[in-house]
């Protein structure tokens, strides 16, 4: 509930009070004014896409195009909106935890095989997801991605 018990009314019609609600695919909260929330909405929305194109993340096709297509395909997912969040060091490592996750699962290494993040960000090439937000909008978006001879 809001701060007011006072009712709202559109065309003779109550409207409801929340705390918080989801416009233009971003969580906004009218009480809860940290971002974890929205945070781990974005990191389950790149898991959904990087789990809908497992089979491209899984097969044995060379990592460059797997990178071509983490990059155009979950990252925007994973950093929507990101531009107006206030990141705090909790949420720089829950971002960049959740990336090597899937780097890792990319390159098919377990937890037991132990590499560090640098040397998996090494083979991978992907763009970090902090680095992503800093370079703004309209920056590390998909262009510049097209594949024209199937090399990398």
């Given amino acids: ?3 007011t018990d006072t009712p709202i ?3 003779n019609t109550q409207t409801e009070n929340v705390e918080s609600y ?3 695919g971003q969580r906004y909260s009218t009480r809860d004014k940290k971002q974890d ?3 781990q909405r974005r990191i389950t929305a790149a898991w959904t896409a990087f789990a809908e194109h497992r089979d491209i993340f899984k097969c044995n096709i060379a990592t460059c195009l797997k990178r071509q297509f983490y990059n155009s395909c979950v990252l925007p997912a994973m950093t929507h909106g990101a531009q107006t969040w206030t990141f705090t060091i909790q ?3 829950k971002l960049a935890t959740a ?3 899937m780097e890792r699962s990319m390159l098919n290494i377990a937890y037991r095989d132990t590499q560090t993040y640098i040397w998996i960000r090494e083979k991978t090439k ?3 997801v902090i680095e992503r937000d800093r370079s703004g909008p309209g920056h590390g978006t998909s262009a510049g991605y ?3 001879d199937g090399h990398c």
């Fill in 146 to 148: 097209e594949i024209t």
């Fill in 1 to 3: 509930m809001m701060d």
């Fill in 9 to 11: 009314y559109v065309s």
């Fill in 37 to 39: 929330k929205e945070i």
């Fill in 99 to 101: 990336q090597t996750q």
């Fill in 91 to 93: 949420a720089k490592n």
């Fill in 126 to 128: 992907v763009t970090d």
């Fill in 22 to 24: 989801i416009y233009l």
